[in-house]
């Protein structure tokens, strides 16, 4: 059976993205130092987890991605909470044209421009 072990994401300045993830997510690079062109980023703590891979690209980033993460949050506060944090760690909000009318979820982007969702997981 398989599972997904990395979730990866092209960006274009390694050290800025393994800053900007690790302060996000409290990830580490695992095995220690960052490699030329690419990193896999692990949980801090080691317990297991989706890891989330880095690595160089000159693609470019899609408006409307096919594949993006959810970062889960509490509730409404919490959610609020994290996008500040996240938006001070260098996130930018997203003009996201696709929004429902009573949206449960926040749409940002790293500082490569990878779109990312916060999601309020109590209205689920």
């Known amino acids: 059976m ?3 072990g990395s979730i990866v994401l092209g960006v274009s300045d ?3 993205a393994v800053a900007f993830w690790t302060g996000a997510l409290g990830y580490v ?5 960052v490699e030329e062109g690419w990193t ?18 000159e693609s470019p980033v899609q408006r409307h ?4 993460l959810d970062l889960y949050a509490g509730d409404a506060a919490d959610q609020a909470a994290e996008v500040e944090r996240l938006l001070a760690l260098g996130a930018e909000h997203v003009d996201w044209d696709r929004y429902p009318e009573d949206p449960d979820f926040v749409v940002l982007a790293d500082p490569d421009g990878n779109r990312f969702c916060v999601i309020d997981t109590s209205r689920s």
């Open 2 to 4: 398989l599972t997904i």
């Open 14 to 16: 390694l050290p800025r």
């Open 29 to 33: 690079p695992r095995g220690g130092p």
């Open 40 to 57: 896999v980023l692990v949980p801090a703590d080691g317990a297991g987890g989706v890891q989330l891979a880095l690595g160089l690209s």
């Open 65 to 68: 991605p096919r594949v993006h």
